[in-house]
């Protein structure tokens, strides 16, 4: 079994940047793929970043490029998203997800998800 928790989300203004983090426990395999996606209301979930826990072979929605950023920890079983200069069209559930993947933007390949935690970004 693998356990995704997801922390820091909350209310920011346009501009501003928040940190969002996602603690891994159980067994995680050294191929597995650790990703971001975001769901706003009415609007079907999103891929946002992916990572390997090595740290090799990032990417990134076009929406966020230059903008985020996704890093991982595999001696904590943590990964990171850096989110900088946000937008009210951020504004979303933030979920984290990983899984031996072959598609990293696509929902239906992870086999693990998080419950979520919500970002607001004000005009």
């Known amino acids: 079994q693998v356990q995704l928790v997801e922390s820091g989300g909350g209310l920011v203004q346009a501009g501003g940047s928040l940190r969002l983090s996602c603690a891994a426990s159980?067994?995680?395999?050294?191929?597995?793929?650790m990703a971001w996606f975001r769901q706003a209301p009415g609007k079907e979930r999103e891929f946002v970043a992916g990572?390997?826990?090595?740290?090799?072979?990032?990417g990134y929605a076009d929406s966020v490029k230059g903008r985020f950023t996704i890093s991982s920890d595999s001696a904590k079983n943590t990964v990171s998203l850096q989110m900088n200069s946000l937008k009210p069209e951020d504004t979303a559930v933030y979920y984290c997800?990983?899984?031996?993947?072959?598609?990293?933007?696509?929902?239906?390949?992870?086999?693990?998800w998080g419950q979520g935690t919500q970002v607001t970004v004000n005009s």
């Open positions: 997800a990983t899984g031996s993947v072959l598609v990293r933007t696509s929902t239906r390949e992870y086999d693990y």
């Open positions: 159980g067994r995680i395999f050294t191929n597995y793929v």
């Open positions: 990572i390997r826990w090595s740290g090799v072979s990032t």
